[in-house]
T-cell receptor, first 114, second 114 residues
């Protein structure tokens, strides 16, 4: 069965600084990978997704993520963080023939200081 | 546009009470899911349904039941609520024919069991 690890529970960055949120997954084949964001009091919004092809994927709100098979990672990045990016971020993995089920990481809470 | 709606958005109840959380979707998706979110644990799958006649347990189904009344409606019930069922509950949908595993989430229901 697949699993997802987000090593950082909390991260604090200054506004304008770069951001990298880490995600490692465990799965025997090429997974489907997702990053979702949850703003306070809101549901989950999809930031970006990887299915195949180009390992660097672009998402909404200026985010990108890179799939590295050798490291079983799918880290989320943003070159310049805005105060409105403060939220909780979830990495998720899905699998072929797994009924569209997703397994989520525990989440990383991002705080942005001005 | 609220493609996936959940009612109620907030609920406070007492131990032993029966509670139903409702989810409706206008996306025309076949598959629907119920998750609970707890701090530090991410989202965990309670039940999922591929169509009206196909309902499956997720990883934490004990203490919960579901009903798929129609393609667009999927309800979660707590027959006898207990305090450790206090959590944020999300409904999600996905399309059998769509992007692999991508799920669309409702705004969540915050349930407190006293």
């Amino acid at each position: 069965a697949q699993s997802v690890t987000q090593p950082d529970i909390h991260i604090t960055v200054s506004e304008g600084a770069s951001l990298e949120l880490r995600c490692n997954y465990s799965y025997g084949a090429t997974p489907y990978l997702f990053w979702y964001v949850q703003s306070p009091g809101q549901g989950l919004q999809l930031l970006l997704k990887y299915f195949s092809g180009d390992t660097l994927v672009q998402g909404i709100k200026g985010f990108e993520a890179e799939f590295k098979r050798s490291q079983s990672s799918f880290n989320l990045r943003k070159p310049s963080v805005h105060w409105s990016d403060a939220a909780e971020y979830f990495c998720a993995v899905g699998a072929h023939g797994y009924g569209n089920k997703l397994v989520f990481g525990a989440g990383t809470i991002l705080r942005v200081k001005s | 546009d609220a493609d996936v709606t959940q009612t109620p958005r907030n609920r406070i109840t007492k131990t032993g009470k029966r509670i139903m959380l409702e989810c409706s979707q206008t996306k025309g998706h076949d598959r629907m899911y119920w998750y609970r979110q707890d701090p530090g644990l991410g989202l965990r799958l309670i039940y999922y349904s591929f169509d009206v006649k196909d309902i499956n347990k997720g990883e934490i189904s004990d203490g919960y039941s579901v009903s798929r009344q129609a393609q667009a409606k999927f309800s979660l019930s707590l027959e006898s609520a207990i305090p450790n069922q206090t959590a944020l509950y999300f409904c999600a949908t996905s399309d059998l024919r769509g992007s692999y595993n991508e799920q669309f989430f409702g705004p969540g229901t915050r349930l407190t069991v006293l």
